[in-house]
């Protein structure tokens, strides 16, 4: 006789990170900084190191005071998190269970529906428009009495569209006061055009969390930091979800290093948005059908069925991406893989 798991649990595919590129090849599947860390952030970790045989401070304090200086907020409306997904996954059992609904766009991030069956509720998925964005009228249709949150990805991971201000607004205007709204914002630090300011929304409504990351523009994506911008209240639901003293105290002075020296990181932040940009009128004037991408990645759209072919594809062109039924998502990394990544797109489109 073998244990038997909860059957929502039994049912969840598993999360799929990115495999290892071929030999001399590359790995575009993770989202990741192609910068290696800051010597300001390697430094902090190397004197936190000399005293990993103690506990860290419970709730990360001075990374929690640092943030809260750089977004003009308070303190006690921060939640540090081991990584923005774990605080998305506690925000969530916090507030769905059994019988409850949890919205979001689809595709999205693919953490989602594994963060909302896990914790016994129902994922609702609504599709996408047909600019690979939110459709942000039929999320508001698909609230109901059973919905406890809403999850809206602005850039979207794995199309990298962005939501437009005022349609936000205006969905927000729509969702019920008592229904959690998650912005995950992973990846806004890419962005160049208006979007709406995650932030200011926070102050003025308490049901929205925004949700941000260490990980990838600031390149710590091996010390897991995010954190929560929120209501106090819902912030202490969140925390009672997850483990005790799971933020790290090297994570934790990492964060506070690029913070200190943030005109450096977002040097290389513009150094990434620029080569994006290149990449991506490259490939268009390749005649490939790529969205404009705002966050530091790509989104190449094909058809279900085909993943075997695209992986041979990004394969013979020594490239490793996250492949999706609907498309295949190619981060922005070294420039040598440019025309790799061209021949390899040209070649998915081949295929429709």
């Known amino acids: 006789m073998t244990v038997r798991l909860r059957p929502e649990i039994a049912a969840v595919p598993p999360y ?29 970790v190397q004197r936190e190191a000399e005293r990993v045989n103690r506990y860290p401070r419970p709730g990360s304090p001075l990374l929690q005071q640092a943030l809260a200086r750089e977004l003009g907020v308070d303190a006690e409306r921060i939640l540090i998190g081991d990584g923005s997904a774990s605080l998305l996954q506690q925000l969530i059992h916090a507030v769905a269970g059994v019988g409850d609904e949890v919205v979001y766009a689809w595709r999205s991030f693919d953490a989602y529906p594994l963060f909302v069956r896990t914790g016994g509720a129902t994922p609702v998925e609504v599709p996408l428009g047909p600019d690979h964005e939110h459709d942000l009228d039929a999320m508001a249709a698909a ?7 809403v999850l809206v990805c602005s850039p979207n991971n794995p199309t990298g569209t962005i939501v437009d201000p005022g349609e936000l607004e205006a969905f927000l205007d729509r969702v019920p006061s008592d229904v959690l709204v998650m912005l995950d914002e992973a990846y806004v630090e890419f962005v160049r055009e208006p979007v709406p300011d995650g932030i200011a929304l926070q102050r003025q409504r308490d049901n929205v969390v925004v949700l941000r990351t260490f990980s990838k523009a600031y390149g710590l994506a091996g010390l897991r930091v995010g954190y929560a911008v929120g209501d106090p209240a819902v912030l202490r639901g969140a925390d009672l979800t997850g483990v005790p003293l799971s933020q790290t105290a090297l994570g934790s002075a990492a964060a506070i290093a690029a913070l200190e020296h943030r005109d450096e990181n977002l040097e290389r932040i513009e150094q990434i948005v620029q080569h994006r940009d290149a990449l991506w009128r490259a490939l268009v004037d390749a005649g490939v059908a790529v969205p404009r991408p705002h966050g530091n990645f790509l989104w190449v759209p094909s058809r279900p069925g085909q993943e075997d072919a695209i992986h041979d594809i990004l394969f013979a062109n020594r490239l490793v991406a996250k492949v999706f039924p609907e498309g295949t998502r190619i981060s922005v990394g070294e420039p040598e893989a440019d025309e790799l990544v061209v021949a390899a797109a040209t070649a998915i489109q081949a295929l429709q």
């Open 16 to 44: 799929q990170q990115g495999r290892p590129a071929p030999e001399g090849g590359f790995k575009l599947s993770s989202n990741e900084n192609p910068f290696p860390p800051l010597p300001a952030v390697v430094e902090a």
């Open 143 to 149: 609230i109901t009495e059973r919905t406890r949150a």
